[in-house]
């Protein structure tokens, strides 16, 4: 059986649209280089990367 979006390897039905699922928690506001310097230098400024 599926459970709401997400089908299992035994479901072979396609009368229902899979959607995804995010991720718990808050959204990631920082790029990986600015979660870096903050986990290694304890440097804890506001992100303004082109990248998050």
């Known amino acids: 059986t599926c459970i709401k979006g997400h089908r299992s390897s035994s479901c072979n039905h396609l009368d229902r ?17 600015c979660r870096e310097l903050r986990k290694t230098k304890q440097v804890h400024v506001k ?6």
């Open 17 to 33: 649209p899979l959607f995804a699922i995010r991720a718990k928690g808050r959204p990631v506001s920082q790029c990986e280089h």
């Open 47 to 52: 992100c303004e990367c082109d990248t998050k």
